[in-house]
């Protein structure tokens, strides 16, 4: 075993409020932690020292059921970000780890605060134009409001963030963890998840290509927008209007493609309707969270349109980690590796106008798909995506900071 004293320390000081999106990290350096390849510290507030506890599960469920009672605030945009600093040998270097589905959003704050500002969502360029969503630009902007007064409200104009120019060598790439892996940290629920995570890899693989898309339409375009708030999907619709279709729109026609491409294909889209307004939910089609990764690893690849500005979804990791390789749409989101042959881009979807989108193109590759096998992708799993290799990855860029 490493001298301890030798060993860097890690030391989490922010859990953030959205735990679920930094789980995967947690768990890798908790088994960092396990493999004696560092030392693990936890310097969080008590209520989040709650969740780093095996015996705490229920004390969260009720957490979590009073505040759907009595209702709570919109989620604060400004406390998403998971903290904490590594100190290693006479070096003390400090990060963050933004969960942003927008990849167009940062905290310009902490961009000048941390050494190093680890991004989920990692847009591919940084350019003076913004970021492009279909044929249109929308510009870098600030997780908090534009008026201070704001706060607490679900929606207002944001500042723009002109740090992301100014401190773009602190801005790297990370990858995106599965949707949930319990409702806490403790490492015994998250091995516990992560081992039924695992156990899809049993699973024989006899299809060809799956979706699994949760519904047919963006949200209700905001109306008579000036001044939107790029971090609400409605305003950013109701902005552009018809110069722009929601991705949810190509991933119905997706859907309805593969229904027709016969044996071996499995469309399903939860919703046909609005993405939130909750009716014209199909039930049936409906796949229990527990069971989910077994479905994915049935099929050779699972199909994917990019998310809410162009954000790659967790549908990435739910699929690599049982064998299942990705077909999407063009990516304009970066994970901290390139992908392999475990990613095939099949054309220009995203926002898009629907009758830009060249849907024959995107069907004949649909068709033609290359073979991959399961054991090629579970090992580049193995190689990068893993959470002991993100952690490790994550520990390296923070030591060797310039």
């Known amino acids: 075993m490493s001298n301890r004293k030798s060993l860097p320390l890690v030391v989490i000081t922010d859990l953030s409020n959205r735990i679920q999106y930094y789980q995967w990290f947690v768990y890798g350096l908790q088994s960092l932690a396990n493999e004696g390849k560092i030392k693990l510290e936890f310097a969080v507030p008590f209520s989040q020292r709650l969740l780093l506890s095996n015996h705490t599960t229920f004390v969260v469920r009720c957490q979590n059921k009073i505040k759907r009672i009595v209702g709570g605030h919109a989620e604060q945009k400004t406390k998403a970000y998971f903290r904490g600093y ?122 060809k290509a799956m979706c699994y898309f949760g519904n047919a339409a963006g949200p209700v375009p905001t109306e008579h927008v000036t001044e939107p708030d790029w971090d609400w999907e409605s305003d950013i619709l109701g902005y552009f209007g018809n110069k722009i279709n929601h991705p949810n729109e190509k991933r119905a026609k997706i859907a309805d493609i593969m229904d027709g491409l016969g044996e071996g294909y499995d469309a399903r889209v939860i919703n046909r309707g609005n993405s939130d307004i909750g009716i014209n939910t199909n039930e049936e089609l409906v796949i229990p969270l527990k069971d989910f990764s077994k479905h994915v690893a049935k099929f050779q690849y699972n199909v994917n349109v990019s998310g809410y500005r162009m954000s790659i979804p967790a549908r990435f990791i739910d699929s690599f980690v049982c064998g299942t390789a990705i077909a999407t749409d063009n990516l304009q989101v970066k994970w901290y590796h390139p992908f392999g042959d475990e990613v095939t881009e099949i054309g220009e979807m995203g926002y898009l106008p629907y009758d830009e989108v060249n849907f024959s193109e995107v069907t004949d590759k649909l068709k033609h798909l290359k073979p991959v096998s399961k054991e090629y992708v579970i090992e580049q799993y193995e190689k990068y995506w893993a959470p002991a290799k993100v952690a490790q990855y994550i520990l390296n860029t923070i030591i060797n900071v310039k």
């Open 86 to 207: 590594v100190r290693f040998g006479t070096q003390t270097h400090s990060f963050c780890i933004d969960s942003a589905d927008s990849p167009n959003m940062f905290n310009g704050k902490l961009l000048k605060d941390v050494d190093i500002y680890f991004k989920l969502q990692c847009p591919k360029e940084i350019s003076e134009k913004g970021f492009l969503i279909g044929n249109q630009y929308i510009p870098f902007f600030d997780s908090e409001f534009e008026n201070p007064a704001d706060e607490g409200k679900v929606k207002a104009k944001r500042k723009l963030c002109p740090e992301v120019y100014t401190c773009e060598k602190k801005i790297k790439p990370l990858m995106i963890g599965p949707r949930s892996m319990g409702r806490t940290c403790s490492f015994k629920e998250l091995d516990a998840a992560y081992n039924n995570l695992l156990s899809a890899r049993s699973v024989k693989q006899t299809g």
